[in-house]
């Protein structure tokens, strides 16, 4: 969950190396840290508590030089957040390491290195692997090979970047469950966890594979697999903008973001819906043979990407008539289950690297699921590649952790996924077609949501003495009231939860009163009526609502309850609609209890640890 950026090049790399982590700062926020090496094979680091911003002043007061460097911002996993923690970790001022993930041996490591001499100065699992190169490097021949032996020994989940001061013109990299991409240049090669933070310098990249170990110079990049053997590892052209980091005109990125969602769905349904028909090749080669056969669908996700796959629980049901479960993914590879015959494993995760999607996934194969399929917004990732299909959301980057047109966007894709399944599963000609129209007037719909900002900003007013909200929702507006409690209570700090409405009188009505806001997402279809007995439920005793609804639904504004009027919409794209007013809310209620709305407190973008 933490950013890493390596060069190897003949210039300076200390701005280099701070520009890639402001571009990964999303990642981890608590501290950050450089290391260089000289011309005079001299290692030299600097390192902050807090921001990259902290660690950039530090270094215009007092630049770092080198051609080899490499740079951390951390997310805290093994102690607190603080310089000593952050990353560079340095073993006798020789070896440098930056790494992401966890070190499950860590403590044992830990007694046999300090029974050697070794002295550690942190609480992290990461300065065992400084140390342990070092001690490896006395019986190596060369730090390639002294990595080699070093990871060996750990268990767990690594990306780790190791250099040498008496070695100045190589790093070597090691990828085990934690994602590492390599940046080519002209006479310089860099390393990465995302390749967003090597735009400004190139274009270049290719993806270590599970196990690879590389050794990185100004002119060479050499790949060593899981099994010892040099391989190559395809080099692809990046078409991501370099400008993808920039909030432009918008205050916060989350805010730049929410607006981005009518071009990042045009984009996501771009040469994909033709004529009215979808391209089922948009899923991979030969998708049209695997739906054919599959007989249940079993999604796994978390977070915001697991709401998404509840939704999605719906449409397949209904529209495709195909069985279907959700799981968090993170519940799912650590219980045995039974795999329906003919099950396709539908994995959802906006950054691909997922640490417990990923784990399901691999264990998805070993126990039997037919074939898979990705939903997801980086190629290239871990994901995307050990998939057998993938549709690929192409929302652009996404750095506000709170995630806007990432979620749906893979709401975009699910249906599509359900378009494509449904075909060979008795959907008629119509309801594809109805689909497929429905799917196309969502940009403007969701330009005329947009619409509403300046009204659900003077609503957020209400929210600044609250500590509390509930939100409420039937069928597949109920996933759409979890996310919107989970924004809420990722960036405002609010504590709030969601219920299915007609749980109301199973429990939740024990916390209604006056302190406690109820939002109740409400457009016009089949549930409505039994919604609004729920609604009337809170009314009875002393609760405030706010409904977002439809004109259709009938719901009007007193004293007891306000109403904001959502543009009428079909029912196959209310969830993606409704979607919108809840991101505004929370965004606007976090502006008012002025938190970080960008980097809420504790949490980072990319979850690559379990």
């Known amino acids: 969950m933490c950013g890493i950026v390596g060069a190897v090049a003949q210039r300076d790399v200390a701005d280099i190396l701070v520009e890639g982590l402001r571009r990964l700062e999303y990642r981890g926020y608590d501290s950050a ?50 310089e000593v923690n952050a990353h560079p970790h340095l073993s006798k001022n020789t070896i440098a390491v930056v790494h992401n993930g966890i070190i499950e041996n860590h403590e044992e490591l830990r007694t046999r290195l300090q029974s050697l001499g070794y002295e550690f100065v942190s609480q992290t699992d990461t300065e065992v692997i400084t140390h342990l190169v070092h001690h490896e490097l006395e019986t190596c021949n060369s730090l390639l090979e002294a990595v080699q032996k070093t990871v060996k020994q750990l268990d767990g989940a690594y990306g780790t970047v190791v250099m040498d001061a008496r070695d100045k013109d190589r790093i070597i990299v090691a990828r085990s469950g934690s994602p590492l991409v390599i940046g080519y240049g002209l006479g310089e090669n860099f390393i990465a966890s995302d390749m967003m933070a090597l735009l400004p310098v190139t274009r270049r990249f290719s993806f270590l594979e599970e196990g690879d170990v590389a050794e990185v110079t100004r002119f060479e990049v050499n790949i060593i697999d899981c099994d010892g053997n040099n391989v190559e590892r395809e080099i692809k052209e990046s ?53 054919k056969e599959i007989e249940h669908v079993q999604i796994i996700a978390c977070g915001t990407s697991y709401h998404s796959g509840m939704v999605a629980r719906y449409w397949l049901e209904e529209l495709a008539g195909v069985s279907c479960n959700i799981e968090i993914a993170s519940e799912f590879r650590y219980r045995k289950s039974f795999v329906p015959k003919n099950s396709l494993i539908v994995t959802i995760s906006q950054s691909g690297e997922t640490a417990d999607t990923l784990a399901a996934l691999r264990l998805a194969k070993e126990i039997g699921y037919k074939s898979s399929l990705v939903i997801c917004n980086v190629a290239g990732s871990s994901l995307v590649r050990e998939s057998d299909l993938a549709f690929m959301t192409k929302a652009g980057a996404e750095i506000g952790v709170a995630s806007t047109k990432a979620f749906t966007t893979q709401l975009v894709g699910l249906m599509m996924m359900t378009l494509a399944i449904g075909q060979h599963h008795g959907m008629t000609k119509e309801k594809q077609t109805e689909i497929a129209k429905s799917l196309m007037t969502l940009p403007a719909k969701l330009d005329e949501v947009l619409a509403l900002a300046p009204s659900i900003e003077a609503l957020a007013e209400d929210f600044a003495d609250k500590n509390h909200a509930l939100f409420l929702g039937r069928g597949d507006q109920y996933p759409i009231a979890m996310e919107g409690a989970l924004k809420l209570k990722e960036i405002s700090y609010i504590h709030a939860e969601a219920y299915a409405a007609g749980e109301l009188k199973h429990g939740p009505l024990a916390l209604i009163d006056a302190e406690m806001p109820v939002i109740v997402v409400a457009p016009q279809n089949d549930l409505i009526e039994k919604l609004k007995s729920n609604v009337e439920e809170v009314r009875a005793r002393g609760g405030l609502m706010y409904v977002f609804a439809d004109s259709k639904a009938n719901f009007t504004s007193d004293d007891t309850m306000k109403v904001i009027d959502v543009p009428v919409c079909d029912d196959l794209i209310a969830p993606i609609v409704y979607t919108l007013p809840l991101q505004l809310l929370s965004y606007y209620v976090a502006i008012i209890k002025g938190t970080d709305v960008d980097q809420p407190r504790n949490l980072a973008k990319s979850v690559t640890v379990e």
């Open 239 to 291: 078409e991501a903008s370099n400008d993808a980091g920039d909030k432009g005109e918008y205050r916060h990125y989350m805010l730049k973001e929410t607006y981005e969602q009518p071009t990042a769905i045009r984009n996501a349904l771009e040469g994909r819906l033709v004529a009215g028909e979808l391209d089922i090749d948009t899923f991979g080669e030969g998708a049209d043979e695997i739906f």
């Open 33 to 82: 840290g450089v290391a260089t090496i000289d011309q005079k094979n001299q290692l030299a680091s600097t390192k902050r508590l807090g921001k990259v911003q902290e660690l950039a002043q530090a270094l215009q007061d007092a630049p770092l030089s080198g051609g080899t460097g490499i740079a951390h911002t951390r997310w805290a996993t093994h102690g607190a957040p603080s």
